[in-house]
Each structure stands twice: as C-alpha cells, then as structure tokens.
C-alpha cells in the first residue's frame, strides 16, 4: 500500500525539543517530494520543510535555523528534529508526498496546503509547546 504515517508528535514545553518520523511505504524517494505540513487549530495549512529526490531542503522561515529535516532511505524513513519550539509552533504535523510522475495509487488521496497540491498525507501528529 502506497501512504505515509507519521510518529513523534507530543507536549513540550518553550525552549525544547521533539523529532517527527515518518515513514513511507509504497514508493522511493527517488519518485516524489516528501514535506512536513502544519496546521494550528483554527489556522490555515502551511508549509514547514520539504525534500526534494537529489536530497535539497526547504524551510519555511518560521522554522528556519530551527527544524533539521532528514531522510533514511534504507529505513523509508524521513524525520523533522525540531528544536527550540515556541509557542507558535503548536498544530498538527502532517507528512506529505507530491510524486514527481502520475502514480495511480494515490489517485483522489490528495489536497492542498495553502499553494501546494500533495498526492499523499498521512494522518497527522500533534504538537504542543506550552509556555
């Protein structure tokens, strides 16, 4: 089965740390951008930090100097190391998959976050950075 299911969320508090896992099945790496996605109760979807298949990394400014995003191929695995969290940083973390050719397994699995249409989410993990 083609998806994607993400571990790790939790309750921290200023100043910590957590790490996001999420692990992919049904597809390579080589095949699609991977992406963590996060929405606030009450607030719009957006994007946090992505991985492209030659491995280059996207951060949203927010995140920037904070969040470490990584890969494991040989685990299928990709993982966000969140450091020094606030506040604002709490939501639901979603991993997300834009396939990079038409793969007819994910057909009508897909939505959009803010600009961005993925193929494939996972059912998300919260976060929650208490002050």
């Known amino acids: 089965d083609v998806q994607v299911v993400e571990s790790g969320g939790g309750s921290v508090q200023t100043g910590g740390s957590l790490r996001l896992s999420c692990t992919v099945s049904?597809?390579?790496?080589?095949?699609?951008?991977v992406g963590w996605f996060r929405q606030a109760a009450g607030g719009d979807c957006e994007q946090v930090s992505s991985?492209?298949?030659?491995?280059?990394?996207y951060y949203a400014p927010p995140v920037k100097g904070r969040f470490t995003m990584s890969r494991e191929s040989a685990k299928n695995e990709v993982y966000l190391q969140m450091n020094s969290l606030k506040p604002e940083d709490t939501a639901v973390y979603y991993c997300?998959?834009?396939?990079?050719?038409?793969?007819?397994?994910?057909?009508?699995?897909?939505?959009?976050?803010?600009?961005?249409?993925?193929?494939?989410w996972g059912q998300g993990t919260l976060v929650t950075v208490s002050s």
């Open positions: 997300a998959a834009s396939f990079r050719h038409l793969n007819p397994a994910v057909a009508g699995r897909g939505h959009t976050c803010g600009d961005r249409y993925l193929d494939l």
């Open positions: 049904g597809f390579t790496f080589d095949e699609a951008d």
């Open positions: 991985i492209n298949p030659r491995g280059q990394r």
